[in-house]
């Protein structure tokens, strides 16, 4: 595609339920980032992917949150029993290779937990 | 770890003015990349200029032009003859060029609001 999709771009979860959230980056980018952006803060790192292997999670907040890229693509992040603390902007961005310094982001998830 | 630090929540500008950003970092590295992101109320993050620590030639895109102080960790913005479009967060952001993995750590941002 053009650009990093994002979807959906806003999700209403009651507190314990179950979401996911998908990232479809521009085709061929090897790269792609989470960060997850509370409200009126900065985007924090949450985790990274290079083609199919997760090679750094240690910005996930808990053992709530399960990221996966299966076949180097399309990247969902999960979250599990979701919290009020959840409540936050998901952003994926991708770049095209591991030592390119420039990343595209897409236009994030909203997720608010209630 | 590194650290970047935007003190200014909010800033204002008057339409066709110049307005100036500031950040400041922490590193013990010395050669690394500095970014200024904008991200408008659709949330997409937008590059709008970049600088490689190596260089000392400040970087310029247009309207926009960074003051990069290498020895005092400052990396700053300058946006002139202000426009509305430009009304926006804007983010400066850092990223390391040791490992293939490196990632942006951000700062908290700046309002910036234009007055017509």
């Known amino acids: 595609g053009a650009g990093v999709s994002q979807s959906p771009r806003y999700k209403v979860a009651k507190r314990g339920q179950d979401v996911a959230l998908r990232c479809d980056p521009i085709?061929?980018?090897?790269?792609l980032f989470w960060y997850q952006q509370a409200l009126g803060q900065g985007p924090e790192f949450l985790t990274y992917?290079?083609?199919?292997?997760?090679?750094?999670k240690s910005g996930l907040p808990s053992d709530r949150f399960f990221a996966e890229r299966p076949e180097g693509s399309v990247s969902t992040l999960k979250i599990q029993r979701t919290q009020q603390e959840d409540s936050a902007v998901y952003l994926c961005?991708?770049?095209?290779?591991?030592?390119?310094?420039?990343?595209?982001f897409g236009a994030g998830s909203r997720l608010t937990v209630l | 770890a590194q650290t970047v630090t935007q003190s200014q929540p909010e800033m204002s500008v008057q339409e066709a003015e110049t307005v100036t950003l500031s950040c400041t970092y922490d590193?013990?590295?010395?050669?690394?990349?500095l970014f200024w992101y904008k991200q408008p109320p659709s949330r997409q993050m937008i590059l709008v200029i970049r600088?490689?620590?190596?260089?000392?030639q400040n970087a310029t895109e247009n309207r926009f032009s960074v003051n990069f102080q290498k020895a005092a960790k400052s990396f700053s913005l300058k946006i002139s003859d202000s426009q509305l479009g430009d009304a926006a967060m804007y983010f400066c952001?850092?990223?390391?060029?040791?490992?293939?993995?490196?990632?942006?750590?951000f700062g908290k941002g700046i309002t910036l609001s234009v007055r017509p």
């Open positions: 590193t013990s590295e010395s050669d690394y990349y």
């Open positions: 961005a991708s770049s095209f290779s591991t030592g390119a310094n420039v990343l595209t």
């Open positions: 952001a850092y990223r390391s060029v040791t490992g293939a993995n490196s990632k942006l750590t």
């Open positions: 992917f290079q083609n199919e292997a997760q090679l750094d």
């Open positions: 085709s061929g980018h090897v790269s």
């Open positions: 600088q490689e620590a190596y260089k000392q």
